[in-house]
Nanobody, 126 residues
Framework: QVQLVESGGGLAQAGGSLRLSCAAS????????MAWFRQAPGKEREFVAR????????YYADSVKGRFTISRDKAQKTMHLQMNSLKPEDTAIYYC???????????????????WGQGTQVTVSS
């Protein structure tokens, strides 16, 4: 059974940095792409960044562009999110997700992604 497990969340001050990781378990794990979403209290889950598993191409939400960097390690079946210049509005639960299909990957709709991690809390204080 394939699972995604996030780690690396925590508390940071505004302007600080955190690095999130997402590890995929299971020998049968395959992905067309992976992504990070986040959900703040009382808000809908929103797209943060995505990465194409094959060549590492990336795409970011405007709100994090220039501050966050998504990467992946195919051999280790892991994905990372380096978050710099953090802002209080980045506070949310961050989820990693993967899909084996192109349509969900480009749709950016959370419900289209099939596999999710349990989430990791990121809190940024002002």
């Amino acid at each position: 059974q394939v699972q995604l497990v996030e780690s690396g969340g925590g508390l940071a001050q505004a302007g600080g940095s955190l690095r999130l990781s997402c590890a995929a378990s299971g020998r049968t794990f395959t992905a067309y792409g992976m992504a990070w979403f986040r959900q703040a209290p009382g808000k809908e889950r929103e797209f943060v960044a995505r990465i194409l598993w094959s060549d590492g191409s990336t795409y970011y939400a405007d709100s994090v562009k220039g501050r966050f960097t998504i990467s992946r390690d195919k051999a280790q079946k892991t994905m990372h999110l380096q978050m710099n210049s953090l802002k209080p509005e980045d506070t949310a639960i961050y989820y990693c997700t993967s899909t084996r299909y192109s349509a969900p990957y480009y749709s950016l709709r959370p419900n289209d992604f099939g596999l999710w991690g349990q989430g990791t809390q990121v809190t940024v204080s002002s």
